[in-house]
């Protein structure tokens, strides 16, 4: 744990007690923090009495007694409209913080100029912390992982200057983080999403911007205008990263399964890694490269990290084989955006999809059928999707994962292709059959080992 001293003394309002939540409320009391919590849950609420702490309805308190309110990044603080914690907060004329803001304070108290590394992006942020956490401890680094993935960031060890923490962070948390520093911010990229909760993508931009403007080294995808666009904006150390044929000026490219230097300098070869195929993954390896040579690591260090990267859960996981056929579990593809990522990593696919369809369907991944031997489509998309493939890629309607599984298989188990491939990328939310994208995979992992 990262004892919150800042607010020693003092009284503080905290709103959301989910585990990041629940972390921040003992962070705070260990530093020595009156801490008067509340969440709209009743459950949330009682957990936390549970455990011993004080929990009272914020809405029957003074605030001009509160120093400050933590709020959780789940609780909306612009759009589409601020929750009733943030106007009471703003009519007392306390600030509203998040637990990241927290630590960056107990970090410049401590602390200052311990080894943080900050990343964020639409797509590709969890694999990318993973990575860069992983090849720092295969190396024999101390290192500190969490944030938006894993562990809450004041459940970890407290900052030190032999201490690397590796932190994922989403849009709603770093709009809370005022005073974020990190040694090394990373921008993977930004696409449209969460402008429910941001209103524009111009404002989630902006957001994400905020993350490399506090950074002593930034390191940016530029491979799409907004992040093109933040990276013009950098006025200290810069590495950008492209993905293609060049190497911009000052940064890395990443192609063909491998990433260059600025001179095109071979630095990494990427083929054979399973945990990193694909062009979105050669981008993840050339910014964590990136990130890790800052830090000092040498070249040997880097390749023996990356080549042992055992990847994450649910995200392109390579979760057996069944004669030539491959399995792989994507469950966490909830958008056509990312299962695009999936779908151009691979030949000769046997696709799994459907759920709770998202805005836009599957149509933009259209240009990618002809990688698609066949179609099997589950929940309540299927009707959606269907019209969709129809006449471009052959489909079943097989209505459960578990018919769609023993179907795609037996379908790969006669292709004669090299490798078949039985994809699980449902471009989807889970919630129409599942408990959400975890339960999802862990029940596709499940049948394809049934099926040994």
């Given at each position: 744990?990262?004892?919150?001293?800042?607010?020693?003394?003092?009284?503080?309002?905290?709103?959301?007690?989910?585990?990041?939540?629940?972390?921040?409320?003992?962070?705070?009391?260990?530093?020595?923090?009156?801490?008067?919590?509340?969440?709209?849950?009743?459950?949330?609420?009682?957990?936390?009495?549970?455990?011993?702490?004080?929990?009272?309805?914020?809405?029957?308190?003074?605030?001009?007694?509160?120093?400050?309110?933590?709020?959780?990044?789940?609780?909306?603080?612009?759009?589409?409209?601020?929750?009733?914690?943030?106007?009471?907060?703003?009519?007392?004329?306390?600030?509203?913080?998040?637990?990241i803001e927290l630590f960056c304070r107990e970090r410049a108290r401590i602390?200052?100029?311990?080894?943080?590394?900050?990343?964020?992006?639409?797509?590709?942020?969890?694999?990318?912390?993973?990575?860069?956490?992983?090849?720092?401890?295969?190396?024999?680094?101390?290192?500190?992982?969490?944030?938006?993935?894993?562990?809450?960031?004041?459940?970890?060890?407290?900052?030190?200057?032999?201490?690397?923490?590796?932190?994922?962070?989403?849009?709603?948390?770093?709009?809370?983080?005022?005073?974020?520093?990190?040694?090394?911010?990373?921008?993977?990229?930004?696409?449209?999403?969460?402008?429910?909760?941001?209103?524009?993508?111009?404002?989630?931009?902006?957001?994400?911007?905020?993350?490399?403007?506090?950074?002593?080294?930034?390191?940016?995808?530029?491979?799409?205008?907004p992040s093109r666009a933040i990276a013009e904006s950098v006025t200290g150390?810069?590495?950008?990263?492209?993905?293609?044929?060049?190497?911009?000026?000052?940064?890395?490219?990443?192609?063909?399964?491998?990433?260059?230097?600025?001179?095109?300098?071979?630095?990494?070869?990427?083929?054979?890694?399973?945990?990193?195929?694909?062009?979105?993954?050669?981008?993840?390896?050339?910014?964590?490269?990136?990130?890790?040579?800052?830090?000092?690591?040498?070249?040997?260090?880097?390749?023996?990290?990356?080549?042992?990267?055992?990847?994450?859960?649910?995200?392109?996981?390579?979760?057996?084989?069944?004669?030539?056929?491959?399995?792989?579990?994507?469950?966490?593809?909830?958008?056509?955006?990312?299962?695009?990522?999936?779908?151009?990593?691979?030949?000769?696919?046997?696709?799994?999809?459907?759920?709770?369809?998202?805005?836009?369907?599957?149509?933009?991944?259209?240009?990618?059928?002809?990688?698609?031997?066949?179609?099997?489509?589950?929940?309540?998309?299927?009707?959606?999707?269907?019209?969709?493939?129809?006449?471009?890629?052959?489909?079943?309607?097989?209505?459960?994962?578990?018919?769609?599984?023993?179907?795609?298989?037996?379908?790969?188990?006669?292709?004669?292709?090299?490798?078949?491939?039985?994809?699980?990328?449902?471009?989807?939310?889970?919630?129409?059959?599942?408990?959400?994208?975890?339960?999802?995979?862990?029940?596709?992992?499940?049948?394809?080992?049934?099926?040994?």
């Amino acid at each position: 744990m990262t004892p919150v001293t800042t607010f020693a003394g003092r009284k503080v309002a905290l709103f959301g007690l989910g585990g990041s939540g629940l972390a921040t409320l003992k962070a705070l009391r260990a530093g020595g923090a009156d801490v008067l919590a509340w969440d709209d849950s009743p459950e949330s609420a009682a957990r936390a009495r549970e455990q011993g702490f004080t929990v009272s309805d914020l809405r029957d308190t003074d605030w001009s007694e509160f120093a400050a309110l933590v709020l959780a990044p789940g609780v909306p603080l612009t759009h589409p409209a601020p929750h009733w914690t943030v106007d009471k907060a703003r009519a007392a004329g306390i600030e509203i913080i998040g637990d990241i803001e927290l630590f960056c304070r107990e970090r410049a108290r401590i602390a200052p100029g311990a080894p943080f590394v900050a990343i964020t992006g639409t797509n590709g942020k969890s694999t990318t912390t993973a990575l860069v956490a992983h090849i720092l401890a295969r190396a024999g680094r101390d290192v500190q992982m969490g944030g938006n993935i894993g562990t809450a960031i004041l459940s970890l060890a407290p900052p030190s200057p032999d201490r690397i923490h590796v932190i994922e962070l989403s849009s709603f948390q770093i709009d809370l983080t005022p005073s974020l520093d990190p040694s090394v911010g990373v921008l993977l990229n930004v696409t449209p999403d969460h402008l429910d909760r941001h209103g524009t993508l111009d404002l989630y931009a902006g957001i994400k911007a905020r993350l490399i403007a506090g950074s002593d080294l930034a390191v940016v995808g530029i491979d799409d205008a907004p992040s093109r666009a933040i990276a013009e904006s950098v006025t200290g150390a810069l590495v950008r990263v492209h993905v293609g044929a060049t190497s911009p000026e000052g940064g890395l490219a990443a192609r063909d399964g491998a990433v260059f230097e600025a001179d095109g300098a071979r630095i990494a070869d990427l083929d054979g890694i399973g945990t990193l195929r694909g062009a979105h993954n050669w981008q993840n390896a050339a910014v964590a490269i990136a990130a890790v040579r800052s830090l000092g690591l040498d070249a040997a260090s880097i390749l023996a990290g990356l080549r042992t990267f055992p990847g994450l859960p649910h995200r392109m996981e390579e979760v057996g084989r069944r004669g030539r056929a491959l399995f792989v579990n994507d469950s966490k593809a909830t958008n056509a955006d990312s299962t695009e990522k999936a779908l151009t990593a691979f030949h000769d696919i046997h696709w799994i999809l459907g759920g709770k369809a998202k805005a836009g369907g599957i149509e933009s991944l259209v240009p990618l059928f002809g990688r698609v031997a066949h179609a099997y489509l589950i929940g309540a998309a299927s009707d959606a999707f269907a019209a969709t493939l129809d006449g471009r890629v052959p489909y079943t309607r097989c209505g459960t994962l578990d018919v769609a599984t023993r179907a795609a298989a037996d379908a790969a188990a006669r292709s004669s292709a090299s490798e078949p491939v039985v994809l699980l990328s449902p471009a989807c939310a889970s919630y129409d059959q599942f408990r959400s994208f975890e339960d999802r995979g862990d029940q596709f992992r499940a049948r394809v080992k049934a099926l040994a």
